[in-house]
T-cell receptor, first 114, second 114 residues
Framework: GNSVTQMEGPVTLSEEAFLTINCTYT??????LFWYVQYPGEGLQLLLK?????DKGSNKGFEATYRKETTSFHLEKGSVQVSDSAVYFC?????????????FGKGTKLTVNP | DSGVTQTPKHLITATGQRVTLRCSPR?????VYWYQQSLDQGLQFLIQ???????AKGNILERFSAQQFPDLHSELNLSSLELGDSALYFC?????????????FGPGTRLTVT
């Protein structure tokens, strides 16, 4: 079936450090891939997405590239800020049982210290 | 603020009881999705409605049901509650029927079953 595996957290970084959160997926067909962010006490927000191989999604300094050969969609940011502290979810959209559904990873909690 | 509202914010009830969670989508959005977020299962898709009709089903228990009304608000009914149903329940809305359209998440309803 379709599934997403992302690195276990929590991740703690100092401000201006480089961030990588690994995400790999298993899917039949050609899924779309997403990163969502959940700030404390809020619902999820779409951070970026990519719909086909070699696409790069980017937003707010975050980037992720759809790598079909390694079935990966790693999230990166060159210089994190305290305000980036949140839980990050990798997700895929794929057809399951005749309709498309989002399948999420377990989430990675990021804490950025000043 | 995503524009999606959910009530109540918190709900505490006993095992065996029944509760109703309510969701109002963003203005103009026709799709409503329900998700369950728990520590052990992560974030799981439950069910989707589009313009009043059930569109897709995920890992929704038979004790759970949902509907979308003509004004497009949606309700998730949970019955014969068990301790394991304690979770954060999110509603999301989007303008279109499939997952290529961005989903906007509400702040969630935290259900505690004692």
């Amino acid at each position: 079936g379709n599934s997403v595996t992302q690195m276990e957290g929590p991740v703690t970084l100092s401000e201006e450090a480089f961030l990588t959160i690994n995400c790999t997926y298993t899917a039949t067909g050609y899924p779309s891939l997403f990163w969502y962010v959940q700030y404390p006490g809020e619902g999820l927000q779409l951070l970026l997405k990519a719909t086909k191989a070699d696409d790069k999604g980017s937003n707010k300094g975050f980037e992720a590239t759809y790598r079909k050969e390694t079935t990966s969609f790693h999230l990166e940011k060159g210089s994190v800020q305290v305000s980036d502290s949140a839980v990050y979810f990798c997700a895929l959209s794929a057809d399951q049982g005749g309709s498309e559904k989002l399948v999420f990873g377990k989430g990675t909690k990021l804490t950025v210290n000043p | 603020d995503s524009g999606v509202t959910q009530t109540p914010k918190h709900l505490i009830t006993a095992t065996g009881q029944r509760v109703t969670l309510r969701c109002s989508p963003r203005s103009g959005d026709l799709s409503v999705y329900w998700y369950q977020q728990s520590l052990d299962q992560g974030l799981q898709f439950l069910i989707q409605y589009y313009n009043g009709e059930e569109r897709a089903k995920g890992n929704i228990l038979e004790r759970f049901s949902a509907q979308q009304f003509p004004d497009l608000h949606s309700e998730l009914n949970l019955s014969s509650l068990e301790l394991g149903d304690s979770a954060l329940y999110f509603c999301a809305s989007s303008v279109g029927v499939d997952t290529s359209y961005e989903q906007y998440f509400g702040p969630g309803t935290r259900l505690t079953v004692t």
